[in-house]
């Protein structure tokens, strides 16, 4: 199974493959509005402007699960994206990411690359999956890590 084999709902709650991200290289990121690690739209929103025309997408996920830092509806979180951040990556309707509930690319991705010391559950907000042009989870990483720290690895993929 790939990532390409799930659906998502885009913010607007309209269904799309992810088969349509094939051939590019992937930061997907499940985002929050009022996190420590909000400011993080920022980075994101840089990397995507920087490497969209060489095929890199950010892909932002909104999850409500920690500490209910993303109340908002999905119309509410688009035009807060957009007009504190800029933000014009491909954002998807709110998910959760851990659980009973949680959507399926993310037990896919969760089970590709486990966290620190072989967790899988995603443990806030702002973790960020690199994928690279054929499908694969290359690398996790934590909250912590900011989207710039990761650029090196992005090129290398392209």
């Known amino acids: ?5 799930f659906k998502v709902k885009d913010i607007e709650g ?5 088969s349509k991200y094939k051939d ?7 985002v929050a509005s009022k996190c420590g690690f909000t400011s993080q739209y920022e980075g994101l929103e840089k990397l995507h402007a920087k490497y969209k025309d060489e095929d890199f997408m950010v ?6 699960q920690f500490a209910n830092q993303e109340p908002g509806t999905n119309e509410e979180i688009k035009e807060f994206c957009t007009l504190t951040f800029g933000v014009k990556f491909d ?4 998910i959760d990411v851990n659980g009973d509930n949680e959507h399926p690319l993310y037990t896919h991705l969760k089970k590709e690359a ?3 010391l072989g967790t899988e559950s995603i443990k806030w907000n702002f973790t960020k999956f690199l994928i690279d042009k054929k499908g694969n989870v290359i690398e996790r990483y934590g909250s ?3 989207p710039l720290e990761i650029e090196p690895k992005i090129k290398e993929l392209l």
């Open 114 to 116: 486990s966290g620190i």
């Open 1 to 5: 199974m790939s990532i390409y084999d």
């Open 59 to 64: 892909l932002g996920f909104p999850s409500n």
């Open 91 to 94: 954002m998807f309707s709110k």
């Open 24 to 30: 590019k290289v992937l930061l997907i990121v499940n």
């Open 144 to 146: 912590t890590t900011k």
């Open 14 to 18: 309209k269904e799309i493959s992810m």
